[in-house]
């Protein structure tokens, strides 16, 4: 303030000696009027940040299957925030916490804890059924309710937990339609198992047995490997001995391609059947030349018909142009188990899981891409859906949806 005195007198003493020179000075325009300020805009509401986990094997031998689960949510989160919802009275923002945890158990717990320690409102995961069990009890104490789009091992969902849902059918349904298909319509007379003796692979091949034999055939052998096997001779020529006609593999793509090829390689002409993990569009580029047209019959824990079918392939199509990859697996079950998680908080109009949860767990009718999803009271999909494939020059053709 006092510097401005100071110089508004020495102007005056300028302007006065200039006059006592005999010099003018130029009237000027008035100044232009200020701009009045514009009016400061309304302070926005604070946005609700909502934060999701999805965890998925991103890196390992299946880190294909686990990319497209992730990509599948960040769709849906992508989609949601376009909506513009609205949850206890504020804007609400959905944001993806991504972990992997490279389809191992003990790495999936870790996950599992780090989420938690993040404060997540929920969590879409794990991808396998050895990863989503342990990590069932950490986010129980925790009281975050959690998903699964894809595992499918009955004791998921039977540890009594109120926080555990899947959105595809179980192991008991999955290994059973296989069961019976293989006895059935594939007259399997002489049936060989193999499992790669994780929670997935074993669950899915005892209750493949218990179908055979319940639709009057017999396993004549059941051989194990593991998830990270890549030699399996031993085993098949052990096999071989005992003539099937059918094999059936509990485990996922990265095993069952190269067990293709051995297979074709000791001259063992048969059928080879497996679950989800092996019903991926990658199969076909893992097995090669050594998967022959209409060898493999595969099932996927979901499935659409009739009229959402128009659902499913535009989603299909939205997947590739977004990603520029294909759907492997189960990217639209993901997809789907983040916007029921959502509609359960819009509903309850809080993103607390605590308030949130019973919305959830009384899901009755919500329409996904994959179809009307309702859990019973152990948090399992009521009527789960399966589908069943072959695959024709490298391609997956659709045989049947069956419930």
Do not use: W
């Given at each position: ?11 005056a ?14 009237p000027?325009?008035?100044a ?171 669950g ?8 055979v ?13 593991t ?67 209409d ?21 299909k199509a ?21 916007n029921?998680?959502a ?17 959830l ?43």
């Open positions: 303030m006092k510097q401005t005195l100071k110089l508004s007198a020495t102007a003493a300028i302007a006065l000696t200039l006059i006592a020179c005999g010099k003018k000075e130029e000027k325009a008035p232009a009027a200020a701009p009045a300020a514009a009016p400061a805009p309304a302070p926005a509401a604070d946005a609700t940040v909502i934060k999701i986990g999805h965890v998925g094997p991103v890196s390992g031998a299946i880190a294909h299957l686990g990319k497209d689960n992730e990509l599948g949510a960040r769709m849906a989160i992508a989609d949601l925030n376009a909506q513009g919802l609205k949850i206890g009275g504020k804007p609400a923002k959905f944001e993806l916490v991504a972990e992997d945890d490279g389809a191992d158990p003990k790495q999936g717990t870790a996950a599992a804890q780090k989420l938690v320690d993040s404060k997540v409102n929920g969590v879409i995961g794990h991808l396998n059924s050895g990863t989503s069990i342990p990590a069932s009890a950490i986010y129980s104490a925790a009281g975050i309710p959690q998903i699964s789009p894809s595992a499918t091992n009955p004791k998921f969902t039977r540890q009594g937990f109120k926080t555990t849902f899947r959105v595809v059918a179980d192991g008991v349904h999955l290994g059973g339609t296989l069961g019976k298909y293989a006895v059935t319509t594939l007259k399997g007379k002489s049936i060989a198992v193999i499992d790669d003796r994780t929670a997935y692979g074993q899915v091949a005892e209750e493949f047995k218990k179908a034999e319940a639709a009057g055939s017999k396993t004549v052998a059941h051989e194990f490997t998830d990270k096997s890549t030699d399996f001779m031993a085993i098949l020529t052990s096999i071989k001995a005992k003539k099937p006609d059918v094999i059936f593999f509990g485990g996922m793509d990265a095993v069952a391609g190269p067990m293709m090829k051995q297979i074709k390689q000791l001259g063992l002409k048969v059928k080879f059947l497996g679950g989800d993990g092996i019903c991926s569009s990658e199969l076909a580029k893992l097995a090669g030349d050594a998967m022959a047209d060898q493999v019959v595969c099932a996927e824990a979901g499935g659409v018909e009739g009229e959402g079918k128009a659902a499913m392939e535009k989603f939205d997947f590739k142009a977004k990603n520029n990859a294909e759907v492997q697996v189960y990217a639209p079950y993901v997809y789907d188990a983040v029921v998680m509609a359960a908080m819009v509903k309850a109009d809080s993103a607390d899981p605590a308030k949130y949860l019973p919305v767990a009384a899901t009755a009718d919500y329409k996904g891409v994959t179809g009307v999803i309702a859990f019973d009271e152990k948090g399992d999909i009521k009527n789960g859906a399966l589908t069943l494939y072959t695959y024709k020059a490298g391609k997956r053709e659709q045989i049947a949806v069956v419930r």
